[in-house]
Structure formats: structure tokens, C-alpha cells
């Protein structure tokens, strides 16, 4: 369980990260709000309270593995890392832009510089990609059972996925293989905000119940308010305790949290903000929704 001192830090960083999204959006002119906004949340919980990596040990054979497979919401990863000391936060303002480490997709060229573990691009990959290295972690932990002289690294795999990227039929036979080999070495968020680049999903290709229907492919599944640091620490912890098959971990997300015009608009999906958006926005999430006084413009 947090303290109730450092949950208020984790909320006050979530909520840095999300001005520092609209501000690197803004300097791109163009990239994806809504979805970046919604899981801020989440990435601040993995990356400074669930993940074994931090600024020191990026390169570490045994650090966990992070896999961002909708990779379009990558102004999140960027703005976490720059948060959490991986990149200077100036360096935000270079995102999609040419010669940049800051794709607007993000790649795993500048490994180890960058704890990047993937190239993102083509939705439905990524959890492939994470699959395969939980398989690689539990094929060193059999190692290490065998006596050997040689101590292998070991890990978690987290992956990062989108509702809308559950349309790619690839995602589904993945989470067969994973049912398969029982990889409780991999835990998979999947961000339930119920929007994708043409609409709502459940207009588009309906998804409903996702619980349900992971469950029915022998998933543990853990559904948590994705706006609630310490639920999605708690559904963490307890993914780690499940040897028996992988997790998912539900997260319903608001797009555009924290930034009222692009709450719930699927509009924002792949739209940055204007100058004058991007004022309005900063204000909101400077006051907190008016909550308190700001003493910027």
C-alpha cells in the first residue's frame, strides 16, 4: 500500500507529465492527445513504483522488459522517461521531428540510451514481441532451476496495449500462445478507452466483455480504474502472485484526461492542439480543473 505522501507525488507527477504532453505536442504539431493523456496514470505507476528498472540499471541484462505496442502514444513514453530522469525534459520539444530520438513512433534504435524495448508502427505487434521475451525469461529461470554454473537474468515483461488495437486478429492468437505456455512472466495493460482513430469502438467493431472474453482464453483478469495510481499498483503486485497463467490488467481510461474539451473525443485520437488549445489545456491541468489557483498563464 502507498503512503498517502507518496500517492499525492505519483498524482502530482501524473499530472506534470500531462502538461509536458500538450507542450511536446504542441512544438510537433501533430501526434495523438487523447490517448497519451488517458495513460499518464499508468505509466506513472509502472514506471516509478512496479517496473524493476530504473535510470541506473536501463541497460541491466535482468531489468524488466517494457513493450509499447500502441506505439502512437508515445508523447506518454516520452514525457515518463523525461519525468523519470531517462531524458532531458527540454529534449520533449524535438518530438517528430527530423533526426530526433523522439519518433512519432517509438523505436528501439537508440537502445541503451533510451529503455526502448521494440519498434511500434503496425498495431497488433507488440504483444508478439512481449510474448517472446517472457518465453526468453522463463527459458533462463529453467536454466537457473538446472544447476547451472551460469546464472542467467531473469525478468517481467509488461505490455502496453489499446482496446481499438484488439480489432488485429494477430493480438488473438497471441493470447492463445501465452494461455498455452501459462506465462505468468507476462502481464498485459490494456488501455479501455473505448475510442480508436474512426470512432467509439463499440460502434466500430464491439469488444464487449473483454473480461469475459479473456477469461474464456484462461487469462487471470484484474479490471482497475486506470486514473487510480494505487489500484493499478495493487492489480501489479497481485499479477506477480499469479503463477497459474498471464494477466490482463483492464484499465478504463478517460482520452484527453484532465483537459475537458478532449475528454471522451475520439476526435483527439490523432489531433494535437493548437497554441490557443494548448493554453486552455495547460490551464486546466495547471489548476487541476480549477481546483486551485495557477500562477501561470
Not at 150 to 176: F, R
Not at 179 to 188: D, I
Not at 190 to 200: C, L, T, V
Amino acid at each position: 500500500m502507498l503512503t498517502s505522501k507518496r500517492l499525492r507525488e505519483l498524482e502530482v507527477i501524473a499530472n506534470t507529465i500531462r502538461q509536458d504532453i500538450i507542450t511536446s505536442l504542441l512544438a510537433a504539431k501533430s501526434g495523438h492527445s487523447a490517448g497519451s493523456l488517458g495513460m499518464a496514470d499508468v505509466f506513472t505507476a509502472l514506471y516509478y513504483e512496479i517496473a524493476h528498472i530504473t535510470p541506473e540499471t536501463r541497460a541491466a541484462e535482468d531489468r524488466d522488459r517494457i513493450v509499447l505496442s500502441n506505439a502512437h502514444i508515445c508523447p506518454v513514453l516520452y514525457a515518463t522517461l523525461a519525468n523519470r530522469g531517462y531524458l532531458p525534459r527540454e529534449e520533449l520539444k524535438t518530438l517528430r521531428k527530423l533526426g530526433t530520438r523522439l519518433q512519432g513512433h517509438s523505436n528501439n534504435h537508440f537502445r541503451p540510451d533510451l529503455p526502448i524495448e521494440t519498434c511500434g508502427g503496425p498495431l497488433g505487434q507488440g504483444l508478439s514481441q512481449a510474448i517472446g521475451m517472457a518465453i526468453a525469461a522463463r527459458g533462463n529461470i529453467q536454466q537457473n532451476n538446472a544447476d547451472s554454473e551460469i546464472k542467467l537474468p531473469v525478468w517481467h515483461t509488461w505490455c502496453l496495449t489499446g482496446d481499438g488495437e484488439l480489432d488485429e486478429g494477430q493480438n488473438w492468437e497471441a493470447i492463445m500462445l501465452a494461455a498455452k505456455f501459462q506465462l505468468h512472466e507476462l502481464t498485459v495493460f490494456i488501455d479501455r478507452n473505448n475510442i480508436q482513430i474512426d470512432g467509439f469502438t463499440e460502434d466500430i467493431l464491439p469488444l464487449d466483455s473483454l473480461r469475459a472474453k479473456f477469461e474464456a482464453f484462461n487469462w487471470h483478469v484484474i479490471e482497475v480504474d486506470g486514473h487510480n495510481i494505487q489500484e493499478i499498483v495493487d492489480a501489479a503486485n497481485e499479477a506477480r502472485a499469479i503463477y497459474e497463467r498471464p494477466t490482463i490488467i483492464l484499465c478504463h481510461t478517460i482520452p484527453g484526461k484532465g483537459v475537458d474539451f478532449m475528454e471522451n473525443r475520439f476526435e483527439w485520437h490523432g489531433k494535437s492542439p493548437n497554441a490557443k488549445e494548448a493554453k486552455i489545456a495547460l490551464m486546466e491541468l495547471r489548476t487541476l480543473g480549477g481546483q486551485i489557483t495557477s500562477e501561470h498563464e
